[in-house]
C-alpha cells in the first residue's frame, strides 16, 4: 500500500515509525514530516491544510490510504474535502468528518453532546460577547476554583484554571470582550472545577466497533514538580498504575459505550481516533475533553507498547471490519521525556544544531520540532525530541529515558528529570 500520513510532530514520528514496521506499507509518505520521518518514508513539503496540494499529491502518487495526525486538518474538512471528490472519495481517510470533529473543535459541542448522552462530566455553562454580563453574574454564584474554556481551538493555551472571582472576571472579558484568544473565545464554556488525577484513554474505531488502545498520563507543566506554565506536553507514562481493569471497565461502561452509540443515535460517521481526557475523581472517571486524534506526546508511549500490525487496525477502519482485528499490547512500561527548547512555551531559540543522536541505544527518540538543515539536524519548534524507553519496569524505563534525554545535546535543551515520580 501507498500511504501518506499529515502531520510533522512527535505524534506522526511514531506513526511513521510503527507504519513502517508493517507488511503492508510499500511506499510511506509523510507531509510535511521532520528531520526524524525521513528514516521511515518520503517527507513532502506540503501544508497540512493545503487540501488542493494534498489532492494531486494523492493522485499522482497511487495513494491507498490517508491518515491525518492534527486536528488542524480534521476540523477544517479534509475528510469531508475527499469524500465530495469524485476522484478522492474512494480513498479512505483515518480522522473523523468535519461535524464529528467539533467534539475537539467547540467545546460547547462537545459538552452538549456529554450532556445529551449522560456522559459524566463536569456542569458547564456557555458565554458569548452579547451574555458576557450574564456570565459575570454567573461567576458570583460558583464555587473557586472555575475553569473558563475558550470554545475553538487556542493550541492547548485556552484553558484557564481562576482561584479567584476577581481574576475568573477579569479573563472572561479578556476572551469574550478583547478576544484574547481570537475567534476560538468569541463563545466561552464556564466549567466546574473537577480534582482528582488526570489521565487519557485512546480509542480507535470504525464508527460500530472499537479497540480501547493503551491508557497514558501526560505532565503539561514545564517545571518539575508539576509547576510553571502549561505545555502541550513534557512527557507521558503508559500504562497508568492506577487505571486498574476495575476502573477501566467503569470506562468503558459509562463514557466509551456511550460516546460510539451517542455519535450513532446523532447520526455522525466517525472513522479514527478518539482521545478521552479524564479526571480520576475518587475513582470515578469524569470526561474533561474529546480530542478526534492521538495525544502528544501521549502516542510516543502508547504506540511502542501496540504489538499487533498498528497499519492492519488502520485498515480495520477504514473497511469498517476493525471488530475482527486482534489489538495486542505488551505489558512492559513505556516512559517518555520530552526536550524541549529553551524558553518554551514562551517565545523559544531556533536553529541550534543537535548532536548526540548516535549515541542512543536503549530508547527510541521521536522528533517533533526539528529540521534537516545541510544535513545537520537542528531544532525548529518548542517540543524538540521525544524519548521513549520501553522496560519491564516503570521505574527502569523512567530510569533509561532520562539517561538517554542527557545523552542528546543542543544550545538551550531542557527536559524534566521528574516525568512519572508521581505514580512510583
Not at 226 to 245: E, H, K, Q, R, Y
Request: include cysteine; charge should be negative.
Amino acid at each position: 500500500m501507498n500511504i501518506l500520513l499529515i502531520g510533522s510532530g512527535g505524534r506522526e514520528s511514531t506513526f511513521a515509525w510503527k507504519i513502517s514496521q508493517s507488511p503492508l506499507c510499500k511506499q510511506l509518505y509523510i507531509a510535511p514530516g521532520n528531520a526524524g520521518t525521513g528514516k521511515f518514508g518520503k517527507n513532502i513539503n506540503l501544508s497540512i491544510t493545503d487540501f488542493k496540494g494534498i489532492r494531486q499529491f494523492v493522485l499522482e502518487n497511487a495513494i491507498n490510504l490517508v491518515i491525518v495526525g492534527p486536528e488542524e486538518p480534521l476540523v477544517k474538512g479534509i475528510h469531508d474535502y475527499f469524500l465530495a471528490d469524485g476522484d478522492l472519495k474512494s480513498i479512505p481517510v483515518i480522522g473523523p468528518q468535519e461535524q464529528a470533529a467539533q467534539l475537539e473543535g467547540s467545546k460547547n459541542f462537545s459538552k452538549s453532546f456529554m450532556k445529551r448522552h449522560n456522559i459524566p462530566t463536569a456542569a458547564y455553562a456557555t458565554f458569548t460577547k452579547n451574555s458576557l454580563s450574564e456570565g459575570l453574574s454567573y461567576l458570583e454564584t460558583h464555587r473557586l476554583p472555575i475553569v473558563l474554556k475558550a470554545d475553538g481551538l487556542a493550541a492547548g493555551k485556552g484553558v484557564l484554571i481562576c482561584q479567584t472571582l476577581e481574576e475568573a472576571q477579569t479573563e472572561l472579558v479578556a476572551m469574550l470582550q478583547d478576544a484574547k484568544f481570537g475567534e476560538a473565545s468569541s463563545t466561552v464554556v464556564i466549567e466546574e472545577f473537577l480534582s482528582g488525577i488526570e489521565l487519557s484513554v485512546f480509542v480507535l474505531t470504525d464508527g460500530n466497533s472499537y479497540k480501547i488502545l493503551p491508557e497514558a498520563k501526560d505532565y503539561k507543566r514545564v517545571g518539575e514538580g508539576d509547576t510553571g506554565l502549561n505545555t502541550g506536553g513534557m512527557g507521558s507514562i503508559s500504562p497508568v498504575p492506577f487505571a486498574d481493569a476495575a476502573f477501566m471497565q467503569k470506562v468503558e461502561e459509562t463514557i466509551v459505550k456511550p460516546t460510539i452509540k451517542g455519535l450513532k443515535d446523532d447520526h455522525i460517521p466517525y472513522k479514527g481516533f478518539i482521545f478521552i481526557g479524564l479526571m480520576n475523581d475518587d475513582g470515578e472517571p469524569q470526561v474533561i475533553e474529546y480530542n478526534v486524534r492521538m495525544g502528544d506526546p501521549e502516542t510516543e508511549s502508547v504506540l511502542p507498547r501496540i504489538e499487533s500490525d498498528f497499519l492492519d487496525l488502520l485498515l480495520g477502519v477504514a473497511q469498517g471490519n476493525l471488530g475482527e482485528k486482534e489489538l495486542k499490547i505488551s505489558p512492559k512500561t513505556a516512559a517518555t521525556i520530552m526536550l524541549v527548547s529553551s524558553g518554551y512555551p514562551g517565545e523559544y531559540m531556533k536553529g541550534k544544531v543537535i548532536t548526540g543522536l548516535e549515541n542512543i541505544r536503549e530508547s527510541y527518540v521521536f522528533h517533533a520540532g526539528t529540521v534537516l538543515d545541510d544535513s545537520l539536524v537542528k531544532t525548529a519548534g518548542g517540543r524538540v525530541l521525544a524519548v521513549t524507553s520501553l522496560q519491564d519496569t516503570m521505574f527502569d524505563a523512567v530510569q533509561q529515558a532520562v539517561a538517554d534525554a542527557g545523552r542528546i545535546y543542543y544550545d538551550g535543551r531542557y527536559f524534566r528529570l521528574d516525568i512519572g515520580f508521581d505514580l512510583l
